[in-house]
T-cell receptor
Framework: DQQVKQNSPSLSVQEGRISILNCDYT??????FLWYKKYPAEGPTFLIS?????DKNEDGRFTVFLNKSAKHLSLHIVPSQPGDSAVYFC?????????????FGSGTQLTVLP | NAGVTQTPKFQVLKTGQSMTLQCAQD?????MYWYRQDPGMGLRLIYY???????DKGEVPNGYNVSRLNKREFSLRLESAAPSQTSVYFC?????????????FGPGTRLTVL
């Protein structure tokens, strides 16, 4: 049972346009959300995060939106650049007893076309 | 700074063989993690170590053991490898709680079990 779903395995966007990557979750106990980017043959790198008490967080070209009622978050990249071509993972964090856990989605391959 | 390093980069094992994946970080981070990534799936946590001297099970610990050798090093051992353990393994570290803050990942080890 996937608690974090990225339903689009791939997305292609023209350079300079907006890229919108989506993520849905089912566990209402998730209270932090993170996005990671991964290039081939490298480990993931952190992009941006958001707490469930917020609905938006920006960092340069990257903005994450959180819609708690819909259990949906999205990552907007504006403007998109060819170097943004990578796999993007969303991840959600919740408490597990006295500890915490992090659940990753399956990823979306973004291709930015020059 | 090298960040998080992993050895080996590639490994092929026969069913029943054992091996240890090595991970080291030079960022003086307290927490370290081992993940596996299978095709079409997100990263799944195998084990983590919140601080030197402690280790805890993650989502998929069966068939693995870990050792937090010191603050820098966190190794993952497969005692009797099985084809189901064919995967890409990532080690990560974080300063504080990697569940809500950035984790730094190594480049991964691609393991094939025949």
């Amino acid at each position: 049972d996937q608690q974090v779903k990225q339903n689009s395995p791939s997305l292609s966007v023209q350079e300079g346009r907006i890229s919108i990557l989506n993520c849905d979750y089912t566990n209402s106990m998730f209270d932090y959300f993170l996005w990671y980017k991964k290039y081939p043959a490298e480990g993931p790198t952190f992009l941006i995060s958001i707490s469930s008490i917020k609905d938006k967080n920006e960092d340069g070209r990257f903005t994450v939106f959180l819609n708690k009622s819909a259990k949906h978050l999205s990552l907007h990249i504006v403007p998109s650049q060819p170097g943004d071509s990578a796999v993007y993972f969303c991840a959600a964090s919740s408490r597990r007893g006295s500890a915490r856990q992090l659940t990753f989605g399956s990823g979306t391959q973004l291709t930015v076309l020059p | 700074n090298a960040g998080v390093t992993q050895t080996p980069k590639f490994q092929v094992l026969k069913t029943g063989q054992s091996m240890t994946l090595q991970c080291a970080q030079d960022m003086n981070h307290n927490s370290m993690y081992w993940y596996r990534q299978d095709p079409g799936m997100g990263l799944r946590l195998i084990y983590y170590s919140a601080s030197e001297g402690t280790t805890d099970k993650g989502e998929v610990p069966n068939g693995y053991n870990v050792s937090r050798l010191n603050k820098r090093e966190f190794s993952l051992r497969l005692e009797s490898a099985a084809p189901s353990q064919t995967s890409v393994y990532f080690c990560a570290s974080s300063e504080g709680q990697g569940w809500i803050n950035e984790q730094f990942f190594g480049p991964g080890t691609r393991l094939t079990v025949l």
